[in-house]
């Protein structure tokens, strides 16, 4: 069920390997990838950290999500922050990402019953409604659920997991696993949509794109947990175009609240 609804206040991909991404009219995910030409985008590990340290390790990071509170936060420290100048993909508005539950599911753009009545006030809504649904964007859309994350699993099946990917793993095929039983029920959701996997580990590279920044990040809260606020990583559940402005509907997993751990 969707409890929660933010936007998408900016969009950024890179095609090379660069700290941060430019700021783009609109990104295309790509189920069970990532964002098509983004330098991330892969069904193993595609941060170089990571590849360095074990390539065979399953991509629950195909796509990187900040919320834009956190520039706000910053700026007060007297930083000033642009979206996509900390590598993400989305960056959202109105969403505490960072108390997300593990398995979280995100969709852009208006609900079902919305769409269908943007469609029928207008051409013009129609086209804002669908888009993600025509064009170029079509032929990309593909399937959803379990069958697009499967490429994601078999890696983590195949290779040696820490708790926490191996927790990950598990949540983002409960997901695909929930969203092919809503679907067979309610019929499938068009929208383009992301399970939400883990926290991303703030690492030394900020400091080098502002110094002193990494502290502002990461750190500590008043019982000495480390706390991380560089956003969330997770898996494409339904590939589609995104842009700015897109409404964001989050839907809760069921049962106990199972905290965000990095990965």
Do not use: W
């Not at 595609?46 to 195909?62: C, F, G, I, W, Y």
């Not at 997901?175 to 992301?194: I, M």
């Not at 794109?209 to 606020?229: A, S, T």
């Amino acid at each position: 069920m969707s409890l929660v609804r933010g936007a998408v206040a900016s969009v950024s991909c890179n095609d090379v390997y660069s700290f941060t991404k430019p700021a783009r009219g609109e990104i295309v995910l790509v189920a069970g990838i990532g964002v098509e030409g983004d330098v991330h985008a892969g069904v193993n590990v595609r941060h170089r950290s990571r590849v360095k340290a074990d390539p065979t390790q399953p991509n629950l990071r195909q796509v990187h999500l900040i919320h834009e509170e956190l520039f706000d936060e910053v700026g007060e420290k007297g930083y000033t922050v642009k979206p996509g100048e900390l590598g993400e993909n989305v960056t959202t508005s109105g969403i505490d990402l960072l108390g997300l539950p593990l398995g979280t599911i995100l969709r852009f753009g208006p609900p079902p019953a919305a769409r269908a009545g943007l469609a029928a006030g207008g051409v013009g809504s129609a086209a804002r409604a669908g888009s993600a649904e025509g064009g170029d964007a079509a032929g990309r859309l593909g399937e959803s659920g379990s069958a697009v994350v499967a490429g994601v699993l078999e890696a983590a099946a195949a290779a040696v997991l820490d708790e926490a990917t191996a927790a990950a793993a598990e949540a983002v095929a409960a997901a695909a696993a929930r969203s092919d039983a809503a679907a067979a029920v309610d019929g499938e959701d068009p929208r383009a949509a992301v399970i939400v996997a883990g926290l991303r580990n703030p690492c030394a590279q900020i400091n080098r794109f502002q110094q002193g920044l990494l502290k502002e990040v990461i750190g500590q809260d008043d019982e000495g947990n480390v706390v991380r606020k560089g956003g969330v990583m997770g898996v494409v559940l339904r590939g589609g175009a995104v842009r700015p402005g897109d409404e964001i509907s989050v839907e809760l997993p069921p049962g106990a609240f199972v905290p965000l751990e990095k990965i």
